[in-house]
């Protein structure tokens, strides 16, 4: 079941911006590990935040303090990631991952996935 994601767009520094993740119409997640990756241009894909189904959750340390995310237990929603305080290193195109392994949760690796987005792209401006 591949993921949607919703609520990129274009912000200035120190903006604000909310990405949805919708699950695949008819498609039963098991909501063990959710995730947010992010890819800018020229660099690796990386690992943003993740929850598990007991509500722990990882950060990577560029986003602490700045970055919420939450899982959306109704109907297709799946999980949300709030991102305050954005700055311009923040542009990339965010994707959410979906079916994760339980104990690999926390490790942000995306081979941790089963499921991908398209992405939505993030730019902020200085």
């Known amino acids: 079941g591949q993921p949607v994601e919703s609520g990129g767009g274009s912000v200035q520094s120190g903006g604000s911006l909310r990405l949805s993740c919708t699950g695949e119409t008819g498609y039963t997640y098991t909501r063990i590990c959710m995730g947010w990756f992010r890819e800018a241009p020229g660099k690796e894909r990386e690992g943003v935040a993740s929850i598990d189904k007991n509500g722990r959750i990882t950060y990577a340390e560029s986003v602490k303090g700045r970055f919420t995310i939450s899982r959306e237990d109704g109907g297709e929603n799946l999980v949300a990631l709030q991102m305050d305080s954005l700055k311009p290193e923040d542009t990339a195109m965010y994707y959410c991952?979906?079916?994760?392994?339980?104990?690999?949760?926390?490790?942000?690796?995306?081979?941790?996935?089963?499921?991908w987005g398209r992405g939505t792209q993030v730019t902020v401006s200085p």
């Open positions: 991952a979906a079916e994760g392994l339980y104990d690999g949760c926390s490790g942000l690796q995306s081979r941790n996935f089963g499921f």
